[in-house]
């Protein structure tokens, strides 16, 4: 099952190799003063995964450019972070996903899974349904759908279309891969021009 893999270790050190995989290519590219990039990751202490969550998943994955009087910032997106949020993006995804559908989960049963309170995924929800659609990143992302997306029906929506339970990790990792562009700083943007 899907949530059983968020409390899997081994889980998030696959998506941490996904996470290496991004900075490689951002560092292959180099900083735009010609440069080079070097690791200068920020440490975080993630809520929602495992207990035994490996030392090596804490740090969300950051490069800066060595040259003196530049010392360029640059991030890349993040399978596993949503901006300076401290649940792991999958947790926000899943338990805002669970309250939804016909037989939604209960607040408890959700607290106990995610080792959240009540407050924090009512925010969850709030986000997907409202900070959520009107950024840049969804107005362009919706389009890869079929059929058109009801925000009201968000993340479940995204769940829906991602999880088809045939390969677990490797759905998640499509979805994951999908939503990394919102990790970025300005991951969030709104577009008002449209
Ligand atoms: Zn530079």
Redo the contacts with the bound molecule.
């Keep these: 099952m899907h949530h059983d893999l968020l409390r899997d270790g081994r889980f998030w050190s696959f998506l941490l190799s996904i996470d290496q995989d991004l900075v490689k290519n951002a560092r292959e590219k180099g900083?735009?003063?010609?440069?080079r990039l070097h690791a200068a990751h920020y440490p975080r202490k993630p809520r929602g995964g495992p207990q035994d969550l490996p030392k090596a998943c804490c740090y969300r994955l950051s490069l800066c450019?060595d040259?003196e009087g530049?010392?360029?910032r640059v991030t890349p997106p993040s399978t596993r972070f949503l901006g300076r949020k401290v649940y792991l993006l999958g947790v926000i995804f899943l338990a805002a996903a669970m309250r939804q559908g016909p037989s939604p989960r209960s607040m408890r049963e959700l607290g106990d899974l995610f080792d959240a309170d009540r407050r924090t995924i009512a925010r969850w929800q709030v986000f997907w349904r409202e900070h959520f659609p009107p950024t840049r990143f969804w107005k362009i992302a919706r389009a890869r759908f079929a059929r058109a997306i009801d925000v009201a029906t968000l993340p479940r929506a995204l769940q829906e279309a991602f999880f088809l339970s045939r390969d677990p990790r490797g759905e998640w990792e499509q979805l994951l891969r999908f939503l990394s562009p919102i990790s970025l700083p300005g991951g969030l943007a709104i577009d008002l021009c449209r």
Excluded: A, D, E
């Design positions: 900083c735009t003063c010609n440069g450019c040259r530049c010392r360029k």
